[in-house]
């Protein structure tokens, strides 16, 4: 008989029904799943799908990786040089900048972010970018 949230003879805990669907049908190997405040991203890295809110998102694949390092590193402020680097792993101009701004703002209007208010994507000016969690 399945429990929720319940502890085995071994001590361990069962996951809730939610999460072993997700296992079961997307391959926990495969998944990486990010909450942001009380919105939930959900990613599968080997066919490039992401999701926000359950509704699928359709990204290019240099959005596709943004928002994976930003997810991956939620919390901690990420330079677009830093991004350019991990991205493209070429050298950084000032003007590869802008590169990363377009990408930014083409994810946003995605996402239904804006810049004034973002909910998901924060601008630190003069340093980087960076998703709460």
């Known amino acids: 008989r399945y429990r929720p949230n ?10 809730p029904r939610g999460m072993l669907y997700i296992l079961r049908n997307w391959g926990c190997l495969r998944t990486k799943f990010f909450s ?6 959900g ?9 926000l ?22 919390g901690r402020v990420i330079s677009a040089e830093e991004l350019f680097h991990k991205i493209w792993k070429d050298e950084y101009y000032s003007k590869s900048n802008n590169t990363i701004t377009v990408h ?3 994810l946003r209007e995605k996402m239904n972010d804006t810049l004034s208010q973002p909910k998901y994507i924060k601008t630190i000016w003069g340093v980087g970018y960076k998703i709460e969690g």
């Open 6 to 15: 319940c502890v085995t003879n071994d001590g361990t805990r069962r996951l």
């Open 36 to 41: 942001a405040y009380y919105t939930t991203f």
């Open 43 to 51: 990613m599968k890295l080997s066919t490039y799908e992401c999701f």
């Open 53 to 74: 809110n359950e509704k699928p998102l359709t990204l290019t694949p240099t959005e596709f990786s943004i928002l994976r390092i930003l997810l991956e590193n939620k």
């Open 104 to 106: 930014i703002r083409h």
